[in-house]
């Protein structure tokens, strides 16, 4: 039986051990968190993720998680309605062959599909990685070493295992920062279920009200130095980004500071290399190839990956090596696509001036237009 070790139990990796425990692999995924995370931010799967989904037999209990289509307003910095966004214009988006769901239902889903064709051993790292052309040697911070014939690094953007096996030269980092907050109540100032949106130079924030347990907001902002702000922590950082705005946010701001550890809060980077693999070392998904926030395609490249990397590995036989170059031949222009999308993604989030927050209400007026909506549904998927 064929062995691989898998680093990060995130979509990726939970992915990876489903993908090749069906195909007959035993597989273990170290992980460095102590459990399961749960909740997180909403994501959309759709297009390749949600083929990939499908060929993986998620899409029935994805579908449980599904949030489904909400209204969204538009708003102005005190929090009064400037545009309505009918459900349609994210119907006409995302299509039909899409979900929206909290990332950590994503994971659940995963897991639970995964957990009984693989070891997951929490809490724990990898503290040493060595390969030659038989194998594999991953040496754990439990003081185990396992012997494999693939390790497939899916440990996130700022993943040890592409430092330590490709270098520390390839994440480029973006001048925006990212804060996602779960709430557990629904939100004030939000009727349920929709959400607001506030787009002004160089900042949107978002707040969804699903009702209790359903609900998060998501906050982004343009700055000139990422490292200091995350040195200030979300509570300060996005207090003082977003402080002055009104409708929902400042019942958010209060949840946050209530339970600052709940929010993912990072700054934005892309991961560009110009190789995913080294022998019979992968890297995959974020960790590989993060396309950042901005593309609203990470999670659905991380199973779409996935699956494609147990696809080649069948493929191959026993030629690991050629199947990792293979891999990476048939999905690095979908990642390419994907992450100059990402960079012109970043002005509609952070539009740089009023003038741009203007052209970009305007053209989601003009998306009002069912004419204009197939424009939409090429632009997104
Ligand atoms: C606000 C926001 C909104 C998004 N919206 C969408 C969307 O709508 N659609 C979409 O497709 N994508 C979206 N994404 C992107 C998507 O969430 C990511 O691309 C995806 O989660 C990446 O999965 P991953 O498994 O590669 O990495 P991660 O989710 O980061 O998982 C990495 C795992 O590795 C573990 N780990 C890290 N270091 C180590 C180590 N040294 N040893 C062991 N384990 C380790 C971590 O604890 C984690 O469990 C969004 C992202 C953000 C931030």
């Known amino acids: 039986m064929k062995r691989a070790v898998i680093i ?77 966004v009918p459900s349609a214009i ?53 003081g185990t070493t396992q012997e494999a014939d693939l390790l497939v690094g899916a440990d996130g953007v700022h993943s040890a295992t592409r430092t330590t096996s490709f270098g520390a030269d390839h994440q480029v980092d973006l001048p925006y920062i990212v804060g996602a907050v779960p709430l557990s109540h629904p939100v004030a100032d939000v009727p349920e279920p929709s959400a607001t949106t506030f787009i002004g130079p160089g ?30 922590g979300p509570v300060d950082a996005l207090g003082t980004a977003f402080g002055d705005l009104g409708g ?12 600052p550890a709940a929010a993912y809060f990072d700054a934005v980077s892309q991961v560009i290399m110009p190789r995913w693999s080294t022998g019979r070392i992968v890297l995959l998904g974020d960790a590989a190839w993060c396309v950042t926030l901005f593309a609203g395609h990470g999670a659905a490249l991380a199973l779409a990956g996935a699956d494609q990397l147990g696809a080649a590995l ?29 960079r012109r993604g970043m002005l509609q989030y952070a539009p740089p001036s009023r003038f741009h927050v203007w052209l970009g209400d305007l ?19």
């Open 363 to 381: 053209a989601i007026r003009a998306l009002t237009l069912p004419a204009l909506r197939r424009l939409l549904q090429r632009a997104t998927r």
């Open 203 to 232: 900042r949107t924030a978002a707040v969804v009200n699903l009702g209790p347990q359903r609900s998060s907001a998501f906050f982004t902002y343009r700055c000139t130095d990422p490292a200091s702000e995350l040195k200030r």
């Open 90 to 142: 994210a119907e006409a988006a995302l299509g039909e062959r899409a979900v929206s769901l909290f990332r950590g239902d994503l994971e659940a889903t995963l897991y639970a599909a995964a957990h009984d064709r693989t070891q997951i051993r929490f809490g724990t790292t990898v503290t040493a990685i060595d390969q030659d052309t038989d194998g594999v040697r991953v040496m754990l911070s439990d």
């Open 248 to 259: 929902g946010v400042p019942d958010v701001l209060h949840h946050l500071a209530q339970n």
């Open 8 to 84: 990060g139990a995130g979509i990726a990796g939970l992915a990876t051990a489903l993908r090749l425990g069906r195909d007959g692999w035993h597989t273990t995924v170290v992980e460095r968190a102590p459990a399961r995370r749960s909740s997180g931010y909403l994501v959309n799967l759709l297009g390749p993720g949600y083929d990939a989904a499908e060929r993986l037999g998620l899409t029935a209990a994805l579908a449980t998680h599904d949030v489904g289509l909400f209204t969204t307003v538009l708003v102005r910095a005190d929090g009064r309605a400037k545009l309505t």
């Open 314 to 342: 069948q493929r191959h036989g026993d030629d690991v090596p050629s199947a990792l170059l293979d891999w990476e031949a048939g999905l690095r222009p979908e990642v390419t696509r994907r992450q100059a999308h990402a």
